[in-house]
C-alpha cells in the first residue's frame, strides 16, 4: 500500500515539515514510480554543492516569468490577440531553466546552443533520483495548470 494512504497526506506534510526543519534545508516528497517507492529527501544538489546562488535560481522554477505575470486583459491588448495559455514546463525544461544561469555564469562565451548541448548530456548522465525530482517538480506544475 501507499504510504499517502496508509498514514495520510496530511501526515507526510509533517514528516517532510520534520526533515526540512532537522537539515535546514528544502525538502521535497514524491512517488516515484519508476522504482516504486515514496520519497521523501532533500532537495538535490546536482554538482555536489548548493550555494547562495542556486537558491536565489530555485523560486524560478516554481513561479511563472514575467511575461505569464502580467494579467490577461493587459497580454491580450498589447498583442491583439486572444491569450494562448502556455503548456506547463517539462522535467527537463525545469532541469535546464534551473542550471543555465549556472553555466553561463561560469562559462560566459558559451552560446545558448552550446549550454543546451552540455545541459542535454548532463540531463542524460543525471542520477534517477535527480530525474525524478524534476519529474515530480513538473508534475506539481502540470497539476496546478489544469
Known sequence: ADIDVVIGLDNVEKIKDRLSMLLSTPVVSFKDNVNGVYRIM?????DGVVDAAVAQI????VTNNDRSARSPKARK??????EKIPRPSNAFIL????????VKASNPDFHNNDISILLGKRWKAESSETKAYFKALADEIKAQHA
Open 58 to 61: 530555485m523560486p524560478m522554477i
Open 77 to 82: 491588448m498589447i498583442r491583439g490577440k486572444p
Open 95 to 102: 532541469y535546464r531553466r534551473h542550471h543555465h544561469p549556472l
Open 42 to 46: 532533500p532537495t538535490p544538489a546536482l
